[in-house]
């Protein structure tokens, strides 16, 4: 484990102010904090992450064209470093649980054209190593702008304009501090102790599947499976039976003979195994901190259900995986048919972003947005400072865009104006200038048109898991 040269620890019964706290140093949280020395220079801002460092975690996030002007609106640089850090795929090969090539209707536009989309549209999608883009966003911030081993204990929200909220933090030797910040922007994950401390409720459910996700490194080329070489580091998928899959298992390459694999699967095969899995036991626990350990029965779990009749390409990474790097959670949705924006997101001074906010199925869009999350909140505080209508502004906004991308009528494989929201996607920059203009759409653009949907009773919302995957931004102008 190793947190970085600018991270530090957080001292014992210690009282300080900051303008701007942050929980949860993940990639969402790091970039809150980019955005926020943009948005509002001269403001004190920081982090506080409840892991002791950083190790590598994760699998690959396909950043899209939405993720992208995300980034550029706020900071040029940092989206172009992640961009050269990233892997162009270019068609994905998907299988049955034996091996046999599937072709399935959703699956049918995975062959990309990169050069396409970023004529028509100026991004393309990227493949990017989670830790990569968690290192890359850790290492843009100032020294000492990440508290590692500072778990938040208690808030009180207080209210914009008048009381800051206050922040009961603990480290690992059960050392304490409080912390006062004019303005708390929770980033903790899926699981959010924040929201559970200051709402109470409204935490997302427990899909009764479980995902495993690690990066293998392979020595020599003559090592990697030969499945895996014959598709160039393309993705490669294997599907149970059923819409969503019983089984799921993807593997695809993030360059430099480094793979990144992710399996879901449903709880009852590891009753089968004779085996169990508690979400009771990680409920402090967020995506950016579920890494098992050197100790942890996750990968023992994983093989259990995986090993036995699945392919050799498949169970050769996983067999390979060292324990320490698997990280192992439940899959959570929350009912994003009756999210309502504010009263969801916003409690006095404390506002959510990310998983916190609308923890959604791992369809590749989460972390992309996330990323607008960052950015709409930093033009909406750049406009308006740490105010309830800076707040309000930015629920409003948000609460179109998840709708857009997220909720589907019943019997909709997509919501119908997903498409239509990724490829309008457009951020105001933050800070002074010059801009690149990548946040927009280019010049010329006319917007995709949207239609009006019934959403999905949320009866059926804890059945929508959709295939890791997403389907492909067709390249349309």
């Not at 019964?13 to 929980?23: F, L, M």
């Not at 599937?102 to 989309?117: C, F, G, I, R, V």
């Not at 950016?288 to 995986?306: E, H, I, N």
């Amino acid at each position: 484990m190793a947190s970085g040269a600018n991270g530090s620890s957080a001292p014992s019964a210690v009282t300080s102010h900051v303008d701007y706290a942050i929980i949860g140093g993940g990639p969402s949280g790091l970039l809150t904090a980019k955005a926020l020395l943009k948005a509002v220079p001269g403001a004190s801002v920081q982090v506080y992450e409840t892991a002791r460092g950083y190790w590598p975690q994760g699998a690959g996030v396909l950043i899209e064209l939405n993720g992208w002007r995300a980034l550029h609106a706020v900071d040029d640089a940092l989206a172009d470093k992640l961009r050269s850090q990233g892997f162009l795929f270019g068609s994905t090969s998907v299988y049955d649980e034996t091996g046999n090539p599937m072709k399935l209707p959703y699956t049918q536009s995975m062959d990309w054209n990169h050069a396409e989309s970023e004529r028509v549209h100026g991004h393309t999608r990227v493949m990017v190593y989670w830790g990569d883009i968690r290192q890359a966003l850790f290492e843009s911030l100032p020294e000492g702008m990440v508290s590692f081993n500072s778990r938040i204990t208690a808030v009180t929200p207080g209210e914009p304009g008048g009381q800051p909220a206050v922040l009961q933090m603990q480290d690992a030797t059960g050392g304490t501090r409080t912390v006062t910040a004019g303005l708390v922007v929770a980033a903790d994950g899926f699981y959010s102790r924040t929201k559970r401390l200051v709402w109470g409720g409204g935490m997302p459910a427990f899909t009764n599947r479980l995902i495993w996700r690690a990066l293998v490194q392979y020595e020599r080329d003559e090592e990697v499976p030969e499945l895996l070489r014959r598709s160039g580091g393309d993705p490669v998928m294997w599907m149970g039976q059923g819409v969503p899959p019983s089984r799921f298992a993807t593997v695809y390459t993030v360059g430099h003979n480094r793979f990144v694999w992710t399996c879901i699967a449903g709880t009852s095969y590891l009753e089968q195994a004779g085996l169990s899995w508690s979400p009771a036991k990680n409920e402090d626990v967020g995506i950016q901190q579920a890494g098992a350990g050197a100790s942890s029965p996750a990968k023992a779990r994983c093989l259990a259900v995986f090993e036995r009749d699945y392919p050799p390409a498949l169970v050769d990474l996983l067999r390979r995986t060292d324990p320490a790097l698997i990280t192992e959670h439940g899959a959570y949705l929350h009912d994003l048919s009756a999210l309502q924006g504010a009263p969801d997101w916003v409690r006095g001074n404390v506002v959510l972003v990310g998983d916190a906010a609308h923890t959604a199925p791992p369809d590749g869009q989460g972390l992309n947005m996330a990323l607008e999350d960052v950015a709409v909140l930093g033009a909406c505080l750049q406009e308006s400072g740490p105010t309830h209508k800076a707040l309000e502004d930015y629920a409003a906004a948000r609460l179109p865009r998840v709708r857009d991308v997220w909720v589907r009528p019943p019997g909709a494989f997509e919501p119908p104006n997903r498409l239509a929201a990724l490829l309008n996607a457009s951020f105001t920059p933050l800070g002074a200038g010059p801009h690149s203009g990548k946040s927009r759409p280019l010049p010329g653009w006319q917007p995709a048109q949207r239609v009006e949907v019934q959403p999905t009773p949320a009866a059926e919302v804890q059945q929508q898991v959709p295939q890791q995957v997403p389907q492909q931004v067709q390249q349309k102008a």
